[in-house]
């Protein structure tokens, strides 16, 4: 099976800190995304990256920037948390040419920004 | 742009039918997906249908397409309270999925 792990489920961080999520998937998946998750707004595409040191923003990256060192990594970066930014983050993986472009979800970290 | 749309909130008596419903704007969609987020989980993928597809049945989960109006809908026969979740629909585009807002799906005993 598939796993897609993050690297905290909770997270309590200061207005302005610097702030790491982590995701890591295990089935050598070329494609990574990161979603925010707020209540009657779906999911929404903060980055994506097909392969390794390569990004491409999606429909909400400010105030994010991502990171892909690694081909089962895929960090995301809040450079100065603010408030706004208090939500459900989640890591998803795919594979390029895979059947149905079926992306697997992590367990999601709920970050609140006080 | 792309969008999906859902309703937020659908309460059903167990043992009813749940009927979930989704239009989106994309003609150019390959799969179509339903996924499924139980409380403090990540999604799942519950089903999908082909674009050339006008229906999939999957035990108790039916997906009915309709591509001319751009409608997808998700029917769960015998509802029960291990079903209560949020479903997402969702459509491919480049590579990526659209998501709808989810719709709270509340199954009472």
């Known amino acids: 099976d598939v796993k897609v792990t993050q690297s905290s489920r909770y997270l309590v961080k200061r207005t302005g800190e610097k702030v790491f999520l982590e995701c890591v998937q295990d089935?050598?998946?070329?494609?990574m995304f990161w979603y925010r998750q707020d209540p009657g707004l779906g999911l929404r595409l903060i980055y994506f990256s097909y392969d390794v040191k390569m990004k491409e923003k999606g429909d909400i990256p400010e105030g994010y920037s991502v990171s892909r060192e690694k081909k089962e990594r895929f960090s995301l970066i809040l450079e100065s948390a603010s408030t706004n930014q208090t939500s459900m983050y989640l890591c998803?993986?795919?594979?390029?040419?895979?059947?149905?472009?079926?992306?697997?979800f992590g367990p999601g970290t709920r970050l609140t920004v006080t | 742009g792309e969008d999906v749309e859902q309703s937020l909130f659908l309460s059903v008596r167990e043992g009813d039918s749940s009927v979930i419903n989704c239009t989106y704007t994309?003609?150019?969609?390959?799969?179509l997906y339903w996924y499924k987020q139980e409380p403090g989980a990540g999604l799942q993928l519950l089903t999908y249908i082909f674009s050339n597809m006008d229906m999939k049945q999957d035990q108790r989960l039916t997906v009915l397409l309709n591509k001319k109006d751009k409608h997808l809908s998700l029917r769960i026969a015998d509802t029960q309270t291990g079903d209560s979740a949020i479903y997402f629909c969702a459509e491919t585009h480049t590579g990526k999925l659209i998501f709808g807002q989810g719709t709270t799906l509340q199954v009472k005993p």
């Open positions: 994309d003609s150019s969609s390959t799969y």
């Open positions: 089935m050598d998946h070329e494609n």
């Open positions: 998803a993986s795919s594979l390029i040419g895979g059947m149905r472009d079926e992306q697997y």
